[in-house]
């Protein structure tokens, strides 16, 4: 059909309004600009859409057909600019967040106060460890992630907004529970429980180790920390994990913080997305979110040494 949206719209008020000088009005166009249009679309679609009795017009048979066809037209155009507007004002719209399996002890519970805030906007969170979430910053299929360490190898703007600490943690019956500053040298007597090649805390605890020039002792790898939390409880040997994963356990007295020489390793917790992505509002309200009010929100959990 050979139509122009601007034809539709001229057509719809000459239809509603029955007069081409009232709609000439409305629209803020001449008459004669306005019953050009008509004449353009009926010569256009090869009908009569108007017929005139003396003073008064009426729509056609045709003209009633386009003229239904329009108002659905128009709801329509009315509707989708609605949803536009509330994008750009973060009513509604999709948050798409990719977050370390570390940063998963603490996500949720900002996803929670953001998603309270913006009730129409959907999160997709996908939970993964430092190589996965590198893995959505090369595909570029994440608004942003919530990382340890930014990569070098990409562009990429990141910001930190919280402390990572890293700590060495046993069995509450472990011989160096209560030890005070347990040196790097007496723990390579020690068992080691590992996360997987891939995970950001693992790199960070293998250069910090090799930066010392100590070599550790590996009984097993797992790729998650409940599963090294489990391990140590289980007296399998001690663990490097990030204090954010242990708030229940500290609390239950289930595992124990050393106090170990240089401990805690001091990292962040960074918010990262590729340079020069063009976040949506809903995106944007988010990092603003996570950057000004995450400090509030979480809170860190008690260190028993
Ligand atoms: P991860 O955490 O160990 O779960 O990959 C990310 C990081 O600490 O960098």
Redesign the pocket.
Known sequence: MNVTLRQLRVFEAVGRLKSYTRAAEELYLSQPGVSMQIKQLESNLGVALFEQLGKKIFLTEAGHELYQASRIVDRQLDETEQILEDLKGVRRGRLMIAV????NYFAPRLLAVFSARHEAVTVNLDV????G?ISHLEANDSDMVI???PPQKLELEAEAFMD?P?VVIAPPDHALVGKKAITIQRLQEETFIM?EP???????MERFFAEKSAQLTTAMEMSS?EAIKQAVQAGLGLGIV?LHTLELELEMQRLVVLDVESFPIL?HWYIVQRKGKRLSPVARAFKDFVLKESGKILQYPVLRT
Not at 128 to 131: D, I, K, L, S, Y
Not at 198 to 204: F, K, L, V
């Open positions: 370390a399996s570390t940063a993964t460890n430092r190589e979430l990382m340890g360490l990572n890293l996360r891939g995970s950001g805390t693992r790199i960070a920390n990030s990292r």
